[in-house]
């Protein structure tokens, strides 16, 4: 299948090209030590991707240790409610620690077994990739040490608790602002100077090369079972698939599954409390090029130029850019990203609980909420969601701050 000039039949092999680049998006914008340390991981990760060791050994971990494949659940009272489309979820709620993030992990944490390493280094901000990665470490007997703002240790305590009850050592940066930004400074710092004994796992598709296509490759799994599952459940290809972005792994994930199929595919984005700057992080619909944590990309800009703030009702959401292969693919219209809003998302939240006895984490409720609206507008066919997590971790903030609807 072909979209304006790129052929989405060969499309794997060519994006990203062999800097990282999709289009003029992605690519390595780090110091000169560091770069050495991510050539070294490009390296070992193209030629370990390839061996069929590597292949089975994660193969026999997803299916005997995180429980793949998830399954695809028909949402069959969900969607009577709202007409006649038919909603399916990927149930990545169901992958081993409730979320998508562990797919990645794994696949991360044994490429450091294979290169040799002896420890993996991360950051966190609301602690969810700081759990995945530090029981993927356990799983495989490495170090892990976790850098996160002094604010969000005392914000995110089950979390860091979790971390520290598989091993983890969790680092408290107390550095500026103590939050996500100075985490993801003190781990880099950490990372240049322990490279030679330690990699660094990075929690979505952003960051420099190999990462975005690193973390798609190890994430595809999820397309790639739902499209065959979903194939099997209704003899032909859903209509529509739908998945939410932060940096936009279980998106990227996902879509990897269909990108070369006749599905309309729809990325949502936090817009948080509404369309002013500070309000939301919708990066690839409000923001313009620009460079971050060692990617170009699409990001939301202060008056300086320098990352802007960013708000969202889900923390998995809140990062002021996305995945550079999100932006590509948005530039060439393959993907539609649109935003839901705070409100939105908490009924859903609600609705998928009440109809179907799903709790979703905030982050895969605005999937929902979009889809619901999507099945609204279509009036028939079918949509697929990729319900990236289970709700567990946001159910005392959602009955705080919304009470029980
Ligand atoms: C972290 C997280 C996200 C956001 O990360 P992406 O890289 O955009 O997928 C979404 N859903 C859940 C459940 C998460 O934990």
Request: proline content about 4%.
């Amino acid at each position: 299948m072909k979209f304006h000039d790129v052929d989405f039949d060969t499309y794997f092999r060519n994006y990203p090209d062999a800097n990282g680049y999709f289009g003029k998006y992605g690519g390595s914008y780090i110091p000169p030590q560091l770069q050495a340390a991510m050539d070294e991981i490009t390296d070992a990760y193209m030629t370990i991707c390839k061996s069929s060791k590597f292949v089975n050994e994660l193969r026999r971990i997803r299916r005997e240790f995180q429980g793949r494949p998830t399954p695809v659940s028909h949402l069959e009272r969900l969607s009577s409610s709202l007409g006649n489309v038919q909603l399916y979820a990927k149930r990545e709620d169901l992958n081993h620690t409730g979320a998508h993030k562990l797919n990645h992990c794994m696949g991360e944490a044994l490429l450091a077994k294979y290169m040799g390493k002896k420890k993996v280094i991360a950051e966190t901000g609301a602690g969810q990739h700081g759990v995945a990665l530090a029981t993927a470490a356990a799983y495989f007997g490495l170090e892990c040490d976790i850098y996160m703002g002094a604010v969000d240790v005392k914000k995110q305590a089950p979390n860091v608790a979790r971390m520290k009850i598989l091993g983890a050592r969790v680092v408290e940066v107390t550095d500026g602002l103590q939050t996500l930004k100075e985490a993801v400074d003190a781990a880099f710092d950490a990372y240049s100077r322990e490279y030679h004994d330690a990699i660094y796992c990075i929690g979505s598709v952003v960051g420099p090369h190999p990462f975005p296509m690193m973390v798609r490759d190890f994430q595809s799994v999820v397309g790639i079972e739902a499209r065959s599952q979903f194939l099997e459940m209704t003899g032909e290809l859903p209509d529509a698939v739908v998945a939410c972005v932060g940096g936009g792994s279980n998106a990227m994930g996902m879509f990897a599954g269909f990108l070369n199929d006749p599905v309309d595919i729809y990325g949502v984005e936090p817009l948080g409390r509404g369309p002013a700057l500070g309000d939301h992080a919708a990066s690839l619909n409000y923001g313009s090029e620009g460079v971050m944590h060692g990617f170009n990309s699409l990001m939301l800009k202060d008056e300086h130029g320098g990352p802007a703030p960013v708000y969202s009702v889900a923390s998995g959401l809140d990062y002021p850019s996305s995945g550079p292969e999100h932006a590509f693919l948005h530039d060439l219209g393959r993907v539609t990203y649109d935003v839901v809003g705070d409100e939105d998302t908490i009924d859903a939240f609600f609705a998928l609980s009440r109809l179907e006895g799903i709790i979703p984490a905030i982050e895969s409720a605005h999937a929902v909420a979009y889809a619901m609206q999507l099945a609204k507008r279509m009036k028939r066919g079918s949509i697929l969601i990729n319900l990236s997590g289970r709700g567990d971790k946001d159910m005392d903030y959602v009955i705080e701050k919304y009470g029980i609807r």
